[in-house]
């Protein structure tokens, strides 16, 4: 027995030096925050509108929350806290105005994208640590399995936390979630001692290079393409990139792309005079390669479309299903749960370094693949529960559970395999806005695009969800 508890406290101990990082703790804080505010209040923020004496017409209210979305892709920090003291302060004494909720939907939006980022923020933070702590050879695993271990403890935080205040009024949840998003922050600054800096090491490169290449290419439209590489401009050759008369991604349609990269006039480039009419061979590639992606991103507008519609309704129908919420919250984790569960089997079961390179391009497709197939699924599912709903027949917030869960699946399948997908095809300089310019188009392109849907369908909505047929616009 004393040798078991030694064991035990020797391997207790082990995990704690080989997790703690005092930097990623204050981080890990807000992230619990930010959690929190997330699962409380903006999974249902559509219940504020058509509940609690609002009376708001459902198409109203989801046109409130389509402007949560669509600023969401935007990263301020402490705007989010306005919002929150915004919607208290109306909970408390104001009386229901439509520009009060215009501009507390834009600062909770516009809040909403530091969430991500601060994920970004403690895997930079745990990498300084590994690097000042550890050898190369450790970084990577280290990295991950700590990422892992402080994400997880903040949202096991806020989960409880979440289910603890969830029986209480939405005014009660407001004060609550806007005091410990307040602390949390408080907490996030008193870290900055021991956060680890580093110097800015980037090339000047964003996802809008493209537009000075589209703009050239356009100028010189009228130029023969060339019939030798010498006549692009590549002040910086690379010797693995070949020698080609049709530069890379060797996309048809793009081809006429190339023209912005001839050189019209050796004589002016060769005093390191700018033009507007002059690119490089780098920055024609990596526009060629952003532009390639659009056929992918359009696919997913309908993942964005879905995902909005089943985040904003499948929490109206939480609410006529359980008044109190209680049990509702139950179900609403199942969507996180699910998510995170295929994460983790993607990534321990086909990582990139165990699996070969083909075979890996493959699994990514047809992750992206089956996440379309479970989106189709999920609105068949929940237009047969908007039915029995409908009808009286289904009384139980257990019903949600299955969509709640495809839900999940579906974007651990496609949403999170995009963004693996994308990691891989964009170049190096472009890699670090993978998820904003994913973002803006699943969650802000797709809200938007899931308003005009309404409306093209606006005879199926009345002012309340039970006199919607809900069930018809899910089937459509």
Same mark, same amino acid.
């Given at each position: ?118 994920? =970004? ?137 190339? /023209? ?13 005079? =700018? ?9 024609? /590639? ?61 990534? /321990? ?70 963004? =693996? ?56």
């Amino acid at each position: 027995m004393v040798k078991l508890s030694k064991n035990l406290y020797k391997s207790s101990t082990g995990w704690l030096r080989f997790n703690l990082c005092k930097a990623a703790m204050f981080v890990s804080v807000l992230v619990f925050g930010y959690n929190m505010v997330h699962s409380s209040i903006l999974n249902i923020l559509i219940t504020y509108f058509t509940n609690d004496g609002k009376e708001y017409h459902l198409m109203k209210a989801a046109e409130f929350v389509t402007i949560f979305y669509g600023v969401s892709g935007v990263t301020w920090d402490s705007l989010q806290q306005m919002g929150l003291v915004l919607f208290t302060l109306n909970s408390i004494k104001w009386e229901s105005r439509d520009f009060v909720y215009i501009i507390s939907m834009d600062l909770l939006g516009l809040g909403e994208g530091v969430r991500a980022h601060l994920k =970004e923020f403690l895997v930079d933070q745990l990498r300084r640590h590994e690097v000042l702590a550890y050898s190369e050879t450790k970084i990577n695993r280290a990295i991950k399995v700590r990422k892992s271990v402080w994400l997880t403890v903040a949202w096991l935080c806020s989960a409880a936390a979440t289910f603890f205040i969830s029986t209480y009024s939405l005014k009660i949840i407001f004060i609550s979630s806007t005091t410990v998003l307040v602390v949390t922050f408080m907490v996030f600054l008193c870290g900055i001692p021991f956060y680890h800096s580093k110097e800015f090491t980037g090339s000047g490169s964003s996802i809008f290079n493209f537009i000075p290449v589209v703009k050239a290419a356009l100028l010189k439209r009228h130029l023969h393409y060339p019939s030798s590489p010498d006549q692009f401009y590549n002040p910086n050759p690379n010797p693995d990139h070949g020698r080609q008369t049709h530069l890379s991604p060797q996309v048809k349609i793009l081809r006429w792309l190339d /023209k912005a990269a001839i050189i019209e006039s050796s004589d002016v480039y060769s005093q390191g005079q =700018e033009n507007a009419r002059l690119c490089t061979v780098t920055q024609v /590639k990596e526009a060629k390669i952003l532009l390639k992606m659009i056929p992918m991103w359009s696919t997913f507008l309908v993942v964005g479309l879905v995902s909005f519609n089943g985040t904003i309704f499948s929490s109206e129908q939480g609410v006529q299903f359980d008044s109190k919420g209680y049990w509702f919250y139950l179900v609403l984790f199942l969507q996180s749960i699910s998510q995170a569960t295929v994460c983790y089997v993607f990534d /321990k079961f086909f990582p990139p370094e165990r699996v070969q390179e083909t075979q890996y391009k493959k699994t990514k497709i047809w992750r992206i693949w089956i996440g379309m197939v479970l989106c189709t699924l999920f609105c068949a599912v929940a237009w047969r529960v908007e039915v029995g709903r409908f009808q009286k027949k289904l009384r139980s917030v257990y019903w949600l559970a299955p969509q709640y869960s495809l839900l999940g699946l579906m974007i651990g399948f496609s949403v999170n395999g995009l963004e =693996e997908f994308m990691i891989d095809e964009l170049p190096i300089s472009l890699k670090n806005y993978t998820k904003a310019m994913n973002k803006f188009v699943i969650d802000g392109m797709g809200s938007i695009l899931s308003i005009l849907f309404m409306h093209a369908n606006r005879t199926l909505f009345t002012f309340t969800l039970d006199d919607s047929r809900l069930d018809k616009y899910y089937f459509r």
